[in-house]
C-alpha cells in the first residue's frame, strides 16, 4: 500500500496526468531502466552513480533518455522506502506507464 501512495505521489508532482497509457514498448523500455536501478540501489550503488552507469547502459536511447527518462526513474527507484525493495518496482512502474499518459515525460518509441 505504501508503495502505490509513494508513486501516486510521484506521478502527481511530475505533473503526469491520468488518462490512456503509453505503449507497450515504451513501458517495456522504462521498466528495465527501474528494474536495473532497483538492482544498483540494492548493491549500494548512489543515486549519481546508477544515473551515471544507467546513462552508460542505455546511451543507444539518447539524449532524451540520458538527460531526463534515466534521471527521473532512477529518482522513483530511490525514493522508495526501504520496505518497498522487496517488491517489483519494475512490474508496478509497467502497469503505471500502461495506465496513465506520461507522454510529458517519456517519449513515446
Given at each position: ?9 510521484f506521478v502527481v508532482s511530475a505533473g503526469i496526468g491520468n488518462a490512456q ?28 552513480r546508477t544515473i551515471r552507469k544507467l546513462k552508460r547502459n542505455y546511451k ?50
Amino acid at each position: 500500500m505504501l508503495r502505490v501512495l509513494t508513486v501516486s505521489v510521484f506521478v502527481v508532482s511530475a505533473g503526469i496526468g491520468n488518462a490512456q497509457g503509453m505503449g507497450e514498448e515504451t513501458c517495456d523500455t522504462t521498466a528495465g531502466i527501474v528494474a536495473d536501478a532497483q538492482v544498483m540501489r540494492a548493491e549500494g550503488d548512489t543515486e549519481t552513480r546508477t544515473i551515471r552507469k544507467l546513462k552508460r547502459n542505455y546511451k543507444e536511447l539518447g539524449e532524451n533518455y540520458a538527460e531526463q527518462v534515466i534521471p527521473l526513474l532512477t529518482n522513483f527507484v530511490f525514493m522508495q522506502p526501504e520496505a518497498a525493495m522487496e517488491q517489483d518496482l519494475a512490474a508496478f512502474w509497467k502497469q503505471t506507464c500502461l495506465t496513465t499518459d506520461l507522454s510529458s515525460v517519456l517519449p513515446s518509441q
